[in-house]
């Protein structure tokens, strides 16, 4: 019942958080693939890649002004880490063990503030993006 109301009051528009939250788990699970037989991970992708391009899907399919831009995206890339955080958490706890996985958990929660930082800056830039597609008036013929 709270929750209802919060997206009430916040206008929260569910859509673009869920095309955000998919853009952000599949960068996340991309950024993630290891080369087989060595422990390298895939450089490229990192944390700031992800949140900044989900949260221009979310800011994008969003519109509004840019500070909404910036909660939507903000909130698609915390939900998309923090799904992800669980399932690595998850497997940790399966092959680590229970204590490596608390600690992964633990560090892992302080680091979705961080997380949530490209994601606004991503979905402000969506949103303006979109807000800047005008349609242009045509001139009067001469």
């Known amino acids: ?15 673009a958080v869920v095309y955000g939250f998919i853009v952000s788990l599949l960068i996340g699970l991309i950024g993630g693939a290891v080369v087989p037989g060595t422990g390298m991970t895939v ?9 900044i391009v989900a949260g221009l899907v979310a800011g994008y399919v969003a519109g509004g002004t840019v500070g909404n831009g910036a909660v939507h995206g903000g909130l698609a890339t915390v939900i998309g880490a923090l799904v992800l955080l ?5 497997v940790e706890t399966l ?7 608390f600690g992964l958990l633990t560090v892992g929660v302080t680091l979705l503030v961080i997380y949530a ?11 303006w993006s979109k807000n800047r ?3 242009r008036q ?5």
């Open 117 to 127: 930082i490209p994601g606004a800056i991503g979905g402000a830039i969506g949103s």
């Open 138 to 142: 045509a001139r009067p013929a001469a």
């Open 95 to 101: 092959f680590g063990g229970l204590v490596p996985a």
């Open 133 to 135: 597609r005008a349609t």
């Open 43 to 51: 450089p490229v992708m990192g944390w700031g890649l992800a949140g």
């Open 1 to 15: 019942m709270i929750f209802r109301d919060v997206l009430l009051v916040m206008a929260i528009d569910m859509k």
């Open 86 to 90: 669980v399932a690595v958490a998850f």
